[in-house]
C-alpha cells in the first residue's frame, strides 16, 4: 500500500521557515504527491502537487529528492495563521481517485 | 470552499432515525466524495462517485448510502443514525480532466447522535 509517514506534531515560532517531511516509500511510477491544509472544523485545502524536483506556488514549495520515496513541504517565514494540521498525500492503489488521510501534521505556531 | 456547499452544517438526532446530508457544487467536477472525520484523527472515505451512474463504496461505508441525484449533487443517508456515526462529515469533489484528483471540500457537517 501507498502509506505515508509525517511527523504527529511541530512547533515553530513565527517568522521561521518550516519544513516537515513526509516518508512514502512505496510511492507508484505516476504517482504525485499532494500536500492539504486544515483549520479546525473546516475542509482540508489544496496546498501544493508535485511529482519530482521542486515545486513552488505562492505558499509553499514542495521538494521531492530523485528516488521520490519522501517529500518535503516547505513554509517560508511563518505566521500565527499558519498552525493548522498538515496532510501529505500519495494515491491509494488502484489509481488516482482515491486519497487515504493518515492523521496529519500539527503545526503550531509560537508568537 | 464556497463553489461546495454542505447542508445543513450542524446537526442533532436521535439514535434511529434516518437523516440525510446534502452537497451541491458549482465547479462542474464530475467526481464526488464523502469523508468522515473524528476527532484528533484523519478523514475516512464513506462513497465516491465518478459520474452520475457510478457509485462506489469507499473504506467505511456499512450503516451509509448515497445518491448521486445530478453531476452537482450527492446527498449521504444514514438509514438509522447511531452514536458512533457522531463526526464532522464532509464532501468533496474533483475533476477527472484536471491535475491529478486535487480535490476540493466543503465546510462540512458536523452531525451529532443521541
Known amino acids: 500500500l501507498a502509506k505515508t509517514t509525517q511527523p504527529i506534531s511541530m512547533d515553530s515560532y513565527e517568522g521561521q521557515e518550516v519544513n516537515i517531511t513526509c516518508s512514502h516509500n512505496n510511492i507508484a511510477t505516476n504517482d504525485y504527491i499532494t500536500w492539504y491544509q486544515q483549520f479546525p472544523s473546516q475542509g482540508p485545502r489544496f496546498i501544493i502537487q508535485g511529482y519530482k524536483t521542486k515545486v513552488t506556488n505562492e505558499v509553499a514549495s514542495l521538494f521531492i529528492p530523485a528516488d521520490r520515496k519522501s517529500s518535503t513541504l516547505s513554509l517560508p517565514r511563518v505566521s500565527l495563521s499558519d498552525t493548522a494540521v498538515y496532510y501529505c498525500l500519495v494515491p491509494t492503489p488502484g489509481g488516482n481517485e482515491k486519497l487515504t488521510f493518515g492523521t496529519g501534521t500539527r503545526l503550531t505556531i509560537i508568537p | ?114
Open chain 2, 1 to 114: 470552499d464556497a463553489d461546495v456547499t454542505q447542508t445543513p452544517r450542524n446537526r442533532i438526532t436521535k439514535t434511529g432515525k434516518r437523516i440525510m446530508l446534502e452537497c451541491s457544487q458549482t465547479k462542474g467536477h464530475d467526481r464526488m466524495y464523502w469523508y468522515r472525520q473524528d476527532p484528533g484523527l484523519g478523514l475516512r472515505l464513506i462513497y465516491y462517485s465518478f459520474d452520475v451512474k457510478d457509485i462506489n463504496k469507499g473504506e467505511i461505508s456499512d450503516g451509509y448510502s448515497v445518491s448521486r441525484q445530478a453531476q452537482a449533487k450527492f446527498s449521504l443517508s444514514l438509514e438509522s443514525a447511531i452514536p458512533n456515526q457522531t463526526a464532522l462529515y464532509f464532501c468533496a469533489t474533483s475533476d477527472a480532466r484536471g491535475a491529478k484528483n486535487i480535490q476540493y471540500f466543503g465546510a462540512g457537517t458536523r452531525l451529532s447522535v443521541l
